[in-house]
């Protein structure tokens, strides 16, 4: 070991090794060490990616090869939904999943497998990673000087000099306790418990493939999440042949939650589901995490100290997130040691930028979730919330770091006003979810759509809200078209809930209607504001502005006539309230087609597609599968511009789907 190197890292988790292998790719000649006080190399959890994590996986850590070849391919994310007594089948519970794989590929993790796979790479690249490490003390320079860590290894006292010091210790953080760097996050009150079974069934086993329900892919390799009231359950499939089950809550919703092993598989088989699904099958050890919400006061600091992984702050599982924020805690880590290196210097104004960066990101995360578990138990809400917490990932983080632009300083700064302006968006809807549930409680209606429901949540599908540019995500964004994306999928997802709030259902959405909304949503976002929350105070004024909007609509069309008083009463009956008003039959069927068509919204077909990677799975070994997936997208199926088809897709797909079952 030498006695001075370029990195030091505490800790060898996944965290420490992406960053000593991007580190080993990117800064080639620079000596890396780190220490952990572990053992080794243990089963956890955190096995599930989306696409940020496993575009750094695969294509900047280039692990396409040993992803390929010991791990499995995931078919999207998938959720099924219950009624109140936990009974439904999977045959019965309404399903909103992928039908065909994502044009960008995610994978799930066997984290054991895979950071052992790792860890031998690093090693051959001649990275130093030593386990069993004592007492370690990391030793912070002053006024430049280096960073010391002292430690004992191997019965030997030891003592590194190191320019950088990276703390990837987790949270119980070896340099973050001493500095206080990780404070809990008020806003989230989540825990979780897991086990892994061994023999568990698959999910194709209990559901048959048709026209209108139906996968290209086995869903039993997708990311499976039950929704209830508080809490929900995560099914992650491993290529070893275990499967992964969780229980993640708010445990001021759920206040029984199982304290071991025993109590969380019967917690688990008191849902009809997993009874079908888990029967023979033997559970495995057991892990639990209280409380485990942290928010970091620093990413990175001027005297080149970093934290990266669970030393960086967590925020919850369910979105899969955890190695994304690794991702994006890596590069800018690995991209300020590689400008100084080169000779660049530390450039201060960079490492604000990237520090601001990881900050919204970070807050991105927390928004999508906070408070927000009691709304799972619905179908209709998590439709909605799904499909713009996607859109939002997508079109303002997913974009800019496929494309290679979210570390390009010239482009952070209107990177970071259109996540300020997303946030404040999101910070609406979560309020509106809050209250049309509230609505469907009181109502007695909250799980009313949680049967026999089929829908598609593929990317790109023309479903209501939708996101359209998944192929475009190489080419560099357009931050105007982003922030024009974002408008439209805000007006679509404010009209789908005005849908269940007033009993309409008008998906997909009807482009009057998006119009009229379109042309006043910064107010209505105004007067929220205002108004403090979705009161009787916030309708009274909103529904005389939405009546004026569709006004001067129908008159820029040269309709002749009074819109009726938009309200509780008469939004879902607005069609044949107009029609009933207009005397020209020539006008009437200029109405009924302007109020039925679909939108014109953004359109990205000249972005030509490209960049996506598609590496050739060799994943023979995985019980899960029968042979390698083909990996149809809708886009393989459809064409490249299906959503401009004036058929259904989804009809056009279910008569396509001919895998048979399983």
């Given at each position: ?225 039950l929704l209830n009231d508080g809490y929900w359950i995560w099914l992650i499939p491993l290529a070893s042949g275990l499967l992964s089950v969780g229980l993640g809550y708010d445990h001021t919703r759920l206040r029984n939650a199982p304290k071991n092993r025993d109590e969380l598989v019967a917690f688990l088989r008191s849902h009809r589901k997993l009874e079908q699904l888990l029967a023979g099958a033997t559970p495995l050890e057991f892990g639990v995490l209280k409380n485990f919400s942290y928010r970091p006061r620093r990413y990175l600091r001027a005297d080149r100290v970093a934290w990266i992984g669970l030393a960086a702050g967590f925020v919850d599982p369910f979105f899969a997130n955890g190695i994304d924020l690794i991702a994006l805690g890596c590069e800018s880590v690995a991209d300020l040691v590689r400008r100084e290196r080169a000779g660049e210097g530390l450039d201060l104004e960079r490492l604000a930028l990237y520090e601001r960066t990881l900050e919204l990101v970070y807050e991105h995360f927390v928004l999508s979730v906070a408070d927000l578990f009691h709304t799972f138990v619905s179908r209709e809400l998590s439709f909605v919330r ?277």
């Amino acid at each position: 070991m030498e006695n001075e190197v370029d990195v030091v890292i505490l800790g060898s988790g996944l965290a420490s090794l992406c960053l000593a292998r991007l580190l080993s790719l990117e800064v080639p000649g620079a000596s890396v060490l780190s220490v952990d006080p572990a053992a080794g190399i243990a089963r956890k959890v955190g096995e599930s990616t989306v696409e940020i994590g496993a575009h750094f996986l695969t294509e900047r850590l280039r692990l396409a090869e040993l992803i390929t070849s010991t791990q499995l391919p995931k078919n999207g994310l998938r959720f099924w939904f219950d009624d109140e007594e936990h009974s439904l089948t999977w045959a019965e519970s309404s399903e909103d999943g992928p039908g065909a794989y994502s044009y960008w590929r995610s994978v799930q993790i066997e984290r054991e497998t895979f950071e052992r796979g790792l860890l031998e790479l690093n090693r051959a690249a001649g990275v130093e990673h030593l386990f069993g490490a004592r007492t370690i003390e990391p030793l912070l320079g002053e006024d430049g000087a280096l960073h010391r860590v002292r430690f004992e290894h191997e019965g030997r006292a030891r003592e590194v000099r190191a320019r950088w010091l990276v703390d990837a210790s987790g949270v119980r953080s070896l340099l973050g306790r001493a500095v206080e760097n990780l404070e809990p996050e008020e806003r989230i009150s989540h825990s979780a418990c897991w086990t892994w079974f061994r023999g568990a069934r698959r999910i194709d086993e209990f559901v048959e493939n048709s026209l209108t329900r139906f996968s290209f892919g086995p869903r039993c390799i997708s990311t499976n999440l039950l929704l209830n009231d508080g809490y929900w359950i995560w099914l992650i499939p491993l290529a070893s042949g275990l499967l992964s089950v969780g229980l993640g809550y708010d445990h001021t919703r759920l206040r029984n939650a199982p304290k071991n092993r025993d109590e969380l598989v019967a917690f688990l088989r008191s849902h009809r589901k997993l009874e079908q699904l888990l029967a023979g099958a033997t559970p495995l050890e057991f892990g639990v995490l209280k409380n485990f919400s942290y928010r970091p006061r620093r990413y990175l600091r001027a005297d080149r100290v970093a934290w990266i992984g669970l030393a960086a702050g967590f925020v919850d599982p369910f979105f899969a997130n955890g190695i994304d924020l690794i991702a994006l805690g890596c590069e800018s880590v690995a991209d300020l040691v590689r400008r100084e290196r080169a000779g660049e210097g530390l450039d201060l104004e960079r490492l604000a930028l990237y520090e601001r960066t990881l900050e919204l990101v970070y807050e991105h995360f927390v928004l999508s979730v906070a408070d927000l578990f009691h709304t799972f138990v619905s179908r209709e809400l998590s439709f909605v919330r799904y499909r713009r917490d996607v859109h939002v990932y997508w079109d303002v983080y997913a974009w800019a770091y496929l494309a290679g632009r979210m570390f390009d300083k010239d482009f952070l700064p209107g990177l970071h006003a259109l996540a300020v302006e997303s946030q404040r968006r999101t910070r609406f809807f979560t309020d509106l979810l809050r209250h049309a549930r509230d609505s469907l409680a009181a109502r007695g209606l909250l799980t009313r759509d949680n049967r026999g429901r089929h829908t598609f949540n593929q990317l790109g599908f023309r479903g209501t809200p939708y996101v359209r540019f998944e192929q475009q995500l190489s080419h560099p964004p357009d931050l105007a078209r982003c922030r024009r994306a974002l408008e439209e999928i805000d007006v679509g997802c404010f009209l789908a809930l005005c849908d269940v709030l007033f009993d309409a259902d008008r998906s997909p959405v009807r482009r009057l209607l998006f119009e009229t909304v379109d042309a006043v949503f910064e107010q209505l976002l105004d007067l929220h504001a205002r108004a403090g929350g979705f009161g009787d105070g916030f309708w009274r004024e909103a529904f005389p502005l939405l009546t004026a909007s569709l006004r001067d609509r129908l008159a820029s069309g040269g309709i002749a006539v009074e819109p009726p008083a938009l309200g509780p009463e008469t939004y879902p009956r607005l069609l044949p309230e107009l029609l009933a008003r207009i005397d020209d039959p020539a006008q009437q069927r200029e109405v009924r087609r302007w109020f039925n068509q679909a939108p014109r919204l953004t359109d990205f077909t000249d972005l030509p597609p490209e960049g996506a990677h598609n590496p050739p799975w060799s994943v023979e070994h995985t019980p899960w599968l029968d042979a390698p997936p083909e990996f149809r997208s809708v886009y393989d199926i459809l064409g490249t511009e299906w959503w401009n088809n004036p058929k259904t897709p989804f009809s056009a797909l279910g008569k396509l789907a001919r895998r048979p079952s399983a």
